[in-house]
């Protein structure tokens, strides 16, 4: 999916984004860009194609005051984790867990029900 369209999907969180750098030589690409969303929350996206296949990217989800919230990414730090090389750090950069989120898309869907989710909690609940 082109990566208008997959922001279109979302066009209900997406409020705006930029894109920072965009790169194409040969079979390499690079993306970067920041995408602000409709709770006022930032995801910032890495992505960087190599040789037409391997695929390296960063998706850093943060909270209006630039608090982490959740980053996947699939450097190779954790082996030891079941989704190796893929994995996400939630709410601190040393606590992390497997990851099936490997695309825009994904992550996107996944932030689309932890804000739908956060929404409908009662305000006692939310988190500060």
């Known amino acids: 999916m082109r990566l208008h369209e ?69 450097a190779a730090h954790w082996p030891e984790i079941e989704t190796h090389p893929h994995h996400k750090h939630v709410g601190d950069k040393n606590h ?4 099936e989120a490997t695309t825009l898309e994904e992550v996107l869907a996944v932030i689309r029900v932890e804000t739908s989710t956060q929404e409908s909690r009662p305000s006692s609940e939310k988190k500060e």
Request: net charge positive.
């Open 6 to 74: 997959t922001l279109a999907q979302f066009s209900d969180i997406v409020r705006h984004y930029e894109v920072i750098q965009y790169e194409v030589e040969g079979l390499h690409s690079r993306l970067k860009m920041r995408i602000l969303l409709a709770d006022g929350s930032q995801l910032h996206v890495r992505e960087t194609v190599l040789g037409g296949q391997r695929r390296k990217y960063a998706y850093h989800w943060q909270d209006p005051e630039g608090h982490l919230r959740v980053r996947w990414d699939n």
């Open 96 to 99: 992390v867990t497997a990851s």
